[in-house]
Structures are given as C-alpha cells and as structure tokens.
C-alpha cells in the first residue's frame, strides 16, 4: 500500500501543533495558578498586618473564601445532577423512539446517577 505523502506530511504537522498547544496551554495555566497563589498570599499578609478588631480579618477572610468555594462545589454538583438527568430522560425518549426494545431503560443509568447527585447535593451539602 503506497504512502499518501501529502496526507501523512498534514497529520504530522497537526499531531505537532496539537501537542505543542497542549504543553503552551498547561504552562500557562501553571503559571495563572502561580500568579494567583502570589497574590492571594501577598493580600493575607496585608491583611495580617493590619490592626483588626475583636476577629482577626485575616481568618474571616479565609473562612469567607472557604464558604464562597463550598458554595461553588455545590452549586456544580447540582448542575452535574440536573445535567444527568436530562441527559438520561433525552436518552431514554430517543431510544425508545428509534429502536423499539427495552433498550431504552439504558436512559435509565444517567437517570439515577443525576438522581443520586441531587440528592447529595441537597440532603448531605453542609449548612451555611
């Protein structure tokens, strides 16, 4: 079988941009994260340094981000649920549509796993 050397010289020259974006791509979210800790770090200082009240503001500024990132874990879990469960109910609607077996009860699985997100989402999540 003869090489189509157009096309092999065209998947080689994408397989090298594809990984050449991917390593450009991680550094520089590396170096976001790098940035980001700098400067959260260099404001508790600031803070630390400053004379507060009863409350040390550098804790209540911490116990602050700590509710606003469990707020955020929460709120995606119960997208992800809600996600799956239309997903499973889109499912199950198609494969009852086209194919006309029980083969549509497959829907059921992302069903209950967006069920099962739910439900932990509202019942377990911790109190504010």
Request: proline fraction near 4%.
């Amino acid at each position: 079988m003869p090489v189509n050397f157009p096309m092999a010289f065209f998947l080689g020259i994408g397989a090298i941009s594809l990984f050449t974006f991917l390593s450009v791509a991680t550094w520089a979210g590396t170096r976001q994260q790098e940035r980001e800790a700098f400067y959260e770090s260099e404001t508790l200082k600031k803070i630390a340094e400053t004379q507060g009240g009863a409350t040390n503001p550098a804790v209540e500024y911490l116990r602050e981000k700590e509710k606003i990132a469990r707020a955020k874990r929460t709120y995606g879990i119960k997208l992800g649920g809600l996600v799956n469960v239309g997903v499973g109910a889109a499912l199950m609607i198609f494969l009852a549509a086209f194919i006309h077996h029980n083969l549509y009860l497959v829907g059921l699985i992302p069903f209950f796993v967006g069920l099962a997100l739910l439900a932990s989402a509202f019942m377990f999540a911790p109190e504010e």
